[in-house]
């Protein structure tokens, strides 16, 4: 698939194959893109709108991808910018109702294991997410995320520490106000 | 080490170490961080596994399809103007150097214009 990631995809669009390309990158990369909207907005339906706006503009633009990057750093670029423009414009209309999160998303095991980190997410900034989302959800290295966020690796370090203090802080105080029941402490 | 460095370290993913071992068995709250530190990780883990709802793979097939076929349309539209607008014009060359008077080039004109509003509304319409 990486073969094919770095222009076969253009490639096909080129040649009179878009919309199969186009499909099959939809169901690849449909879900990983849904959650990097979803950790930056924390609102699902904004992340479902987003997600389609994403692949609007990959659409549009498939045929002219040149496959300088991976097709993936440029469909997470795309969403990046699409989630920060959205933040940007109307932060309060990403603010999320906790129960609007699909409940079919919940592994079996923890019923209710995105409202807190959710709720934590609404403590940091775009930027701070965009570095979390891309640390944790597209393990990406110091080195690629400074590449894609066009900052020194330094201030990638520093977005990343912050934002784990902040959401471990968020997590501890809520582990103090919840009486001791075992949750939230992962493995 | 004292626990500012011991926090540091635990967020900059360094839960080994002696030192910090050393530190977190002897101190309540650094183990309280260190906790919610991997509860943080175990949350993001989590989050991993979540799926898109199964209607936004079809909303935006269906929605590429739409744009393309807009722009078909406005792209087919505008070919059909030209044509009209081609034709038009070479109606009027023609009756101008059969008929060199003004007034009927200009009726033929405006007939050819009516001519080229309708094609184009049918053109819409289909």
């Known amino acids: ?187 | 080490m004292n626990c500012g460095h011991a926090q540091d370290q635990l967020l900059d993913g360094g839960f080994g170490g002696q030192d910090l071992t050393g530190h977190l068995a002897s101190c309540a709250e650094c183990r309280r961080f260190a906790a919610s530190v991997e509860a943080v990780d175990a949350a993001f883990h989590r989050l991993r596994i979540v799926l898109a709802p199964p209607t936004l793979k079809p909303n935006v097939l269906l929605r590429a399809k739409l744009e393309q076929g807009l722009r078909r349309r406005l792209i087919t539209l505008a070919l059909d103007t030209l044509a009209a607008a081609g034709c038009v014009a070479a109606l009027a060359a023609v009756l101008f150097w059969i008929y060199p008077q003004p007034a009927v080039t200009a009726f033929a004109l405006v007939l050819g214009c009516l001519w080229a509003a309708l094609f184009r509304g049918t053109a819409i319409e289909t």
Request: hydrophobic share 35%; glycine share 6%.
């Open chain 1, 1 to 187: 698939m990486t073969e094919r990631a770095t222009g076969g995809f253009a490639e096909e669009a080129r040649s009179g194959r878009r919309e199969e390309a186009f499909e099959t990158l939809v169901t690849i990369y449909q879900h990983k893109v849904y959650r990097l909207a979803l950790t930056m907005l924390r609102n699902p339906q904004a992340a479902e709108d987003a997600t389609q706006e994403t692949f609007l503009r990959v659409w549009k633009a498939l045929p002219g991808f040149r496959g300088d990057s991976e097709i993936s750093t440029w469909i997470y670029s795309i969403a990046r910018n699409r989630c920060l423009s959205m933040l940007n414009r109307s932060s309060s209309k990403c603010e999320i109702g906790m129960e609007e999160l699909p409940e079919q998303t919940a592994p079996p095991h923890d019923p209710d294991p995105f409202p807190t980190l959710m709720e934590a997410l609404g403590q940091l900034d775009g930027r701070q997410r965009e570095a979390v989302a891309l640390f944790y959800l597209e393990d990406k290295s110091y080195e690629e995320m400074s590449q894609q966020m066009g900052i020194p690796i330094g201030s990638v370090k520093t977005y990343l520490h912050r934002a784990r203090r902040v959401l471990a802080t968020f997590f501890q105080t809520r582990d103090a106000e919840v009486p001791a029941d075992g949750k939230g402490t992962g493995q």
